[in-house]
């Protein structure tokens, strides 16, 4: 299983981006997909989850009303559109996968709740 994050870069504060998530050896129909970020000196943070079936968002608050997960099936990608950014929302971006037995939902911003893992992304917004 190999998950691919891209679409990272330098962005105004105010700005969007949008990341995307390629999965190849994994069906995501078969997976909650979760996005995660780590500054640097800090732990890596739950920043939302989206399950493929029936398409359930969740966000953590930091980033909620600003922050969008999406997924394309047919391409088998998962998106974060990010807007409204901030110097705080510096950090690597990471994709990851929850595979069966799912997560319990307060186990959601928990890293080690997943399975397998993107190599990350930066994104650096400047203030």
């Known amino acids: 299983v190999q998950l691919q994050a891209s679409g990272g870069g330098l962005v105004q504060a105010g700005g969007s981006l949008r990341l995307s998530c390629d999965g190849s050896g994994l069906s995501f129909s078969s997976a909650a997909m979760g996005w995660f970020r780590q500054a640097p000196g800090k732990e890596r943070e739950f920043v939302g989850r989206i399950k493929w079936i029936g398409g359930n968002t969740w966000y953590a608050d930091s980033v909620k009303g600003r922050f969008t997960i999406a997924r394309d099936n047919a391409k088998n990608t998962v998106y974060l559109q990010m807007n409204s950014l901030k110097a705080g929302d510096t950090a690597v971006y990471y994709c990851?996968?929850?595979?069966?037995?799912?997560?319990?939902?307060?186990?959601?911003?928990?890293?080690?709740?997943?399975?397998?893992w993107g190599q990350g992304t930066q994104v650096t917004v400047s203030s």
């Open positions: 990851a996968a929850d595979t069966p037995p799912f997560a319990i939902l307060s186990n959601y911003h928990n890293p080690r709740a997943y399975d397998y």
